[in-house]
C-alpha cells in the first residue's frame, strides 16, 4: 500500500513539472508572438534567464489558478450565472498580471489585452496537456473529471463494484423519433447509432394535447400533468397566469403535482435533477427552475454554475464556445435570410446569445453535473439538455442548423457513456425525449393576421393596424433569466381597455382564449350571445383546424371547418380527428376536464401530407397542440430494462412514461419508498409569488 502511494504521489509530482514545462514553453512562445508582451528587462536577458523568468510567470499562474480562482468564483455566487462566464477573460488576464508582478527583478510586463490573450491560451494548454497525461492512468482520469464535475474527490463513494445500477435519464428535449432515426441514418449521431444496433431499444410514446416541456417533464418527473392545458394559460379564479417556464409557476405546478400524487417525486431516493423545469424530488439540484426564484444560499440550484466555473479552463473554453457559437448563429441566419429561405422568422436581437446559452453554457454546465453525479455514485439523475429544441424553433426541425446541434449532443452523450466506465457502480443510461416538434409558416405569415387579431375581428372589437408578433420563446430562456437575473416582464402584448375584452394566449399551434370578466368557464351558448360571430370565424378559418367550447345543450363539442359539430363524448380516433393520429380522442376528452381548461380552446390546421402546422407563434418548428410530429416523443432504453410495453402496445402520454420509469428504478433497486410531500413543503411558493394579470396584459413566451 505504502509503495503505492508512493507511485501515485511520483505520478502526479511528474505530470505537475510536465504541464509546468509546458507552461513556460507556452509562454515563452506568446512573448515571442505578442508584441506588448515581455520576459526580459529592457537591456535584453540571456536565453537562460529567459527561461527561468517564463518559469517563474507560468509557475505562479498556476499557482494562483489553482488556489485564488475557485475563491473568486465563489465570492461571485450572487454575479449571474452569464455574466460569470463571460468574465472568464477578464479574471485570468488579472491573475496572469498578478503572476508576473511576482517575478523577481519585475522582468515580465504585459498590457491587459495581452494578459487575457496569454492566459486564455495558457488555460487551454494546461488544461490539454493534464488531460492527456490522464488518459492512461485511470486513477488520474478519474481525478480530472471530478475535477471537471466540480467535485472534491477525498475518500471512495459508497457504492462499490457490486451495487445495484444506477440510472440516468437524458432528455433530449424536443427530438422526436423520427429526427432521432434519420440523424442516426445520415451518422449525424454515431454514439446513438451504436447503442441502437446493439445495447438499446426505441420505443415512441405520444405526448398529450400540450405536448411541451412542462406539461411532460412535470408529468415524468412528479406523476401527473393534471389542470395543465397548455405552456401558459389563465387561471379565473385566482386572476393570474401560468407560465411554465417561470419560476413562480414552476414551483406552484411541482406543489399541485406532489398534493395530488402524495409523493415526491421520481428522485427522491438518492436523486440529481440537472437542468430541468421541475426538481422530481431529488435533492441534488442544479439548473432547476422550480427553486432558482429562491435568493441566497436557499438557491442551491446555481451552485451548478459556480461547481462548473470554479476551474478556470472549463470557464475559458465555454466563453470561447459561446461567443463561436454567437457568431456562428448570425452567419446561420443572415445566409438564411440571403437566400431567401422560406418558413423563416427573425433571429436578431437577444436570440443569438439565447441560442449560445442553450447550445453552449447549459450544455457544459448540466453535462459535468450529470458527470459528478455519476462519480458520486447517486442512484438516479435526470438532465434536460434543451439545445436542439431551442435551434430547430428558428431553424426548422430538420433544419442544417439543428443537425449540427444534435451531433454536439452526440458527442456529449459519448462523454457521459465513457464517465459511466469510470464510476463506482454501473450505470444504464437512458435517452428520451419530451415532445417533438411539428415545422410550417407561422399562422400570422401564412395569413397576414395573428391569432389575437382574428379573435378581435370575430369580437366586433377594433384590431391594431400593425399587428403585433408574438415573439418565439422555449424552455432555455426561463433558465437563461434565471441565470442572468432578469426580472420577470409582464408582457409585451397591447394593453386592453375592457375587462371584458378576451385574454388570447399562444403555446405553439395551440391557442387558449379566455374571458376573464366571467368567473366561470363559458358556454357556446353564452360566447354566441356575446360575440354572434367569434365561433363561426374561427372555426371556418381555413388557418384554423377545430375548436373545443362547452356546450350547455350537449356538453363539450368539437367545432370545425364545413359544419363540424361533434360532441367531445362521441370522438373516436377514427373520426373527423383521425388526422391528428391515433389517442387524439382521449387526449382532448382529458384536457377538457381540467378545471382551468380554457373557454376556447383552439388547434391550428394541420396538413398530413407536409406534416405542417400554423404556429401561433414566431416558430417554424413548433410543439404545444396537436399535429405531426410534436405529438410523436420516444424512449431509448438498455435491453437489460425491461420493455416499456407489451408488443402490439403503445405508450400514451407522459404519465405512462413515468410510470415505466419508476418500474425501472425498482428493478434495479428493489421497492422503493418514496418521499412525501412534507419533504418538498420548502417548494410551495410563498403569496408575493402569486402570478397575477395586471391590466390583464397576456405575456409572450420570453416570459
Known amino acids: 500500500m505504502v509503495q503505492g502511494r508512493w507511485r501515485t504521489a511520483g505520478g502526479a509530482l511528474l505530470r505537475i513539472v510536465v504541464v509546468w514545462a509546458v507552461s513556460t514553453l507556452t509562454i515563452l512562445a506568446l512573448a515571442g508572438l505578442l508584441p506588448d508582451f515581455q520576459l526580459q528587462s529592457d537591456d535584453g536577458d540571456s536565453i537562460t534567464r529567459t527561461a527561468v523568468t517564463a518559469a517563474w510567470g507560468a509557475g505562479a499562474f498556476g499557482l494562483l489558478s489553482a488556489l485564488v480562482w475557485p475563491l473568486v468564483v465563489r465570492a461571485l455566487l450572487l454575479v449571474p450565472a452569464l455574466v460569470l462566464g463571460l468574465l472568464a477573460f477578464f479574471l485570468n488576464g488579472s491573475l496572469l498580471l498578478v503572476a508576473l508582478w511576482l517575478i523577481p527583478d519585475g522582468r515580465g510586463e504585459a498590457d491587459p489585452e495581452n494578459a487575457v490573450v496569454v492566459a486564455a491560451v495558457m488555460s487551454a494548454v494546461a488544461s490539454a496537456t493534464s488531460t492527456a497525461l490522464a488518459v492512461r492512468d485511470d486513477n488520474a482520469y478519474r481525478r480530472r473529471l471530478y475535477r471537471l464535475a466540480g467535485r472534491r474527490h477525498s475518500r471512495p463513494p459508497a457504492p462499490g463494484p457490486g451495487s445495484p445500477p444506477g440510472t440516468v435519464f437524458l432528455q433530449l428535449d424536443g427530438v422526436g423519433p423520427r429526427v432521432l432515426r434519420d440523424a442516426v441514418a445520415d451518422g449525424v449521431m454515431p454514439t446513438v447509432a451504436a447503442w441502437l444496433g446493439s445495447t438499446h431499444r426505441l420505443t415512441p410514446w405520444r405526448t398529450d394535447w400540450s405536448s411541451q416541456t412542462g406539461a411532460s417533464q412535470l408529468a415524468i418527473l412528479h406523476g401527473t400533468n393534471h389542470d395543465v392545458p397548455a405552456f401558459r394559460w389563465y387561471e379565473k379564479d385566482a386572476g393570474r397566469l401560468m407560465v411554465s417556464n417561470r419560476p413562480a409557476s414552476a414551483v406552484e405546478l411541482q406543489r399541485r403535482a406532489i398534493e395530488r400524487t402524495g409523493d415526491g417525486g421520481l428522485l427522491t431516493l438518492d436523486g440529481a435533477s440537472r437542468g430541468n423545469l421541475f426538481s422530481g424530488g431529488a435533492d441534488q439540484l442544479a439548473l432547476v427552475l422550480s427553486v ?211 385574454i388570447v394566449l399562444a403555446s405553439g399551434n395551440l391557442g387558449l382564449i379566455s374571458f376573464p370578466d366571467v368567473p366561470h368557464r363559458m358556454s357556446r351558448e353564452e360566447i354566441e350571445r356575446r360575440h354572434p360571430a367569434l365561433l363561426r370565424t374561427l372555426a371556418n378559418h381555413p388557418g384554423i ?65 407536409t406534416g405542417t402546422v400554423h404556429a401561433f407563434e414566431e416558430q417554424i418548428g413548433s410543439h404545444g397542440g396537436l399535429g405531426g410530429e410534436q405529438s410523436e416523443a420516444f424512449l431509448l432504453s438498455p435491453h437489460a430494462l425491461s420493455a416499456p410495453v407489451a408488443d402490439g402496445s403503445r405508450l400514451m402520454g407522459a404519465e405512462a412514461v413515468h410510470r415505466v420509469l419508476r418500474r425501472w428504478l425498482r428493478e434495479a433497486l428493489g421497492p422503493q419508498v418514496p418521499l412525501g410531500p412534507v419533504q418538498e413543503s420548502r417548494s410551495r411558493p410563498q403569496p408575493e409569488e402569486a402570478f397575477p394579470v395586471a391590466d390583464r396584459v397576456a405575456p409572450d413566451k420570453h416570459g
Open 292 to 502: 432558482s426564484a429562491r435568493r441566497g444560499r436557499s438557491n442551491r440550484s446555481r451552485a451548478g454554475y459556480v461547481a462548473y466555473f470554479r476551474d478556470p479552463a472549463n470557464a475559458v473554453r465555454t466563453a470561447i464556445s459561446f461567443v463561436a457559437e454567437v457568431c456562428r448563429e448570425i452567419g446561420q441566419s443572415t445566409r438564411s435570410r440571403l437566400r431567401k429561405e422560406t418558413p423563416r422568422v427573425g433571429r436578431g436581437g437577444l436570440y443569438p446569445f439565447i441560442r449560445a446559452f442553450a447550445t453552449v453554457v447549459e450544455r457544459d454546465v448540466v453535462v459535468a453535473a450529470v458527470m459528478g453525479d455519476m462519480l458520486a455514485g447517486r442512484t438516479a439523475v435526470y438532465a434536460d439538455l434543451v439545445a436542439y429544441d431551442e435551434v430547430a424553433h428558428h431553424s426548422g426541425p430538420r433544419s442544417r442548423d439543428a443537425a449540427k446541434v444534435l451531433e454536439r449532443l452526440d458527442r456529449s452523450i459519448a462523454l457521459i457513456a465513457k464517465v459511466a466506465d469510470h464510476a463506482p457502480r454501473p450505470y444504464r443510461i437512458v435517452l428520451l425525449s419530451d415532445h417533438g416538434q411539428s415545422p410550417g409558416e407561422t399562422f400570422e405569415s401564412a395569413y397576414g393576421l395573428t391569432l389575437r387579431d382574428l379573435v378581435r375581428a370575430g369580437c366586433g372589437l377594433p384590431v391594431p393596424r400593425r399587428a403585433q408578433h408574438t415573439p418565439s420563446g422555449a424552455e432555455a430562456r426561463g433558465a437563461l433569466r434565471s441565470a442572468v437575473h432578469l426580472p420577470v416582464e409582464e408582457g409585451r402584448e397591447e394593453r386592453m381597455s375592457r375587462p371584458s375584452d378576451p
Open 545 to 609: 383546424g377545430f375548436l373545443l367550447v362547452r356546450s350547455e345543450e350537449h356538453g363539450s363539442v368539437v367545432l370545425g371547418p364545413a359544419g363540424l359539430d361533434v360532441p367531445v363524448d362521441d370522438l373516436t380516433d377514427d373520426g373527423p380527428l383521425a388526422p391528428y393520429g391515433p389517442g387524439t380522442a382521449d387526449a382532448v376528452r382529458r384536457t377538457d376536464s381540467f378545471p382551468h381548461v380554457a373557454d376556447i380552446m383552439v388547434n391550428s390546421m394541420y396538413d398530413p401530407e
